[in-house]
């Protein structure tokens, strides 16, 4: 099948993967069944991002905030992670995806610690997609690790506070280096952040889907990314063509 052609691309596409245990519930499966159809939607998406040449996809995978589920559930998101690394790190490789984590890590089990990096190493050089996934992953907690890390520097004389600006903050989120989201996708009919990615979000288009996280696919994906591409973006500024005729 040949990829469809849009009008303006998205570099970086966010997606809030919602709607798993809603899905599972109107089927009278339990929440598990849900988280494990998700993944297939994370492999299939992650394929149409390859194919239609997105640069940076980032996957909100397990928030600082999960941690309140049942320890169960909890522990079967992790099992489900660490399985997704080991059956599907090679082939991402052969894609030529590089994977990257945002996310605290200090808290993270050791085992699920190594396979994370493990990930990251073995694709560092890889120059196709980045597949950037958020694993314990809280907005508020990694701007506040990016201010400590400021703080520290300035407490030291290495830095001056007047110095800090918000090209410094970016360099110290775990984001660094990766451009900020052009589109931020959530399915399952919800309307907010949820503490993702809100020092990023600055300029980002919003696509909010009805249908929930394991219905998700090639099909939903290029059509939030038509609908990002009928959109006007003006960081701000004026369109092109309000500036043309001075209004
Ligand atoms: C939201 O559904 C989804 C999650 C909290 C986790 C998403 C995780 C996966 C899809 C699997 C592992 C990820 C990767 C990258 C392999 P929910 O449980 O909040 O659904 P609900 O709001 O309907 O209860």
Redesign the pocket.
């Known amino acids: 099948m040949s990829e469809p052609v849009f009008l303006s691309m998205p570099e970086h596409v966010a997606i809030i ?7 599972a ?1 109107q089927r009278g499966l339990p ?1 598990a069944m ?2 494990r159809k ?2 297939e ?2 492999r299939e998406t992650v394929r149409a991002a390859g194919d239609a040449g997105i640069k940076y996809l980032t ?5 600082s905030e ?1 941690w309140r589920r049942p320890e169960a559930e909890v522990s079967d ?1 992790m099992g ?2 660490k399985a ?1 690394i080991r059956r599907d790190l090679a082939e991402l490789h052969a894609q030529n995806v590089r994977i990257r984590i945002i996310g605290d890590r200090h808290s993270l089990r050791s085992d699920i610690l190594n396979l994370l990096l493990e990930a990251e190493e073995t694709t560092r050089d890889n120059t196709a997609l980045t597949l950037v ?1 958020a694993f314990n992953y809280g907005s508020r907690d990694e701007i506040a690790r990016a201010m400590v890390s400021l703080a520290e520097d300035v407490e030291a004389g290495r830095l001056r506070a007047r110095e800090i600006t918000p090209e410094l903050v970016n360099a110290r989120l775990d984001t660094a280096g990766i451009p900020d989201p052009d589109l931020i996708i959530r399915t ?1 009919g919800e309307e907010r952040l949820s503490n993702f990615l809100l020092w990023q979000a600055a300029y980002s288009e919003f696509v909010f889907v009805p249908e ?2 394991p219905d998700f696919g090639r099909e939903l994906f290029y059509a939030a990314l038509e609908k990002f591409a009928a959109r006007d973006r003006r960081f701000g500024g004026l369109s092109p063509q309000a500036a043309a005729v001075g209004t």
């Open positions: 993967m919602d709607g798993n245990g809603r899905w519930k929440r849900g988280h998700g993944v939607a994370v996957l909100f995978a397990f928030s999960n998101l489900l992670l997704f996934i399952s929930y996280w």
